[in-house]
């Protein structure tokens, strides 16, 4: 039998005798949890083309941003030319001075025009965020 540990430190008795069964261990390293800062941009184009090498030119440049994690590109299957960035950030502090840089300035004040409204902006808590690295 083995005793295995919850999140809240608590011991369980894991063996045959458990409902669970046997639980296999892997000798591979467990993923560990992290505190990231993650940030949403859903943008709605008017010219979804211009749109589009904006956020691509700005989401290669971002990557290279210090304590930039990631950021992805996401295009809705249900609403033609809506586009979702998702942001993530090893802290709130690179987060906010990535929003204070000229080169969020440049990607907003290159959207002048070819979005149908201004994106809607949103700032979450990592609930169950895994280092994949």
Known sequence: MRQLANANGEHNIAGSDNQMG??????????????????????????????LAVLSKYIVLTRMVEGCRNVDLCSS????????????????????????????IEMAESCAGILSGPPEMDLWDGTSAHDLR
Not at 37 to 51: G, H, N, P, R, S
Not at 77 to 104: N, Y
Request: hydrophobic share 40%; glycine share 2%.
């Open 77 to 104: 299957v249900t609403h033609p030319g809506r586009h979702l960035l998702i942001q993530k950030w090893e802290s709130p502090e690179h987060q906010q001075k990535h929003f204070d840089s000229a080169l969020m």
């Open 22 to 51: 046997d639980i296999a261990m892997s000798d591979e390293p467990e993923l560990a949890e992290v505190e990231l800062t993650i940030v949403t941009i859903q943008f709605d184009a008017a010219d979804d083309k211009a749109l």
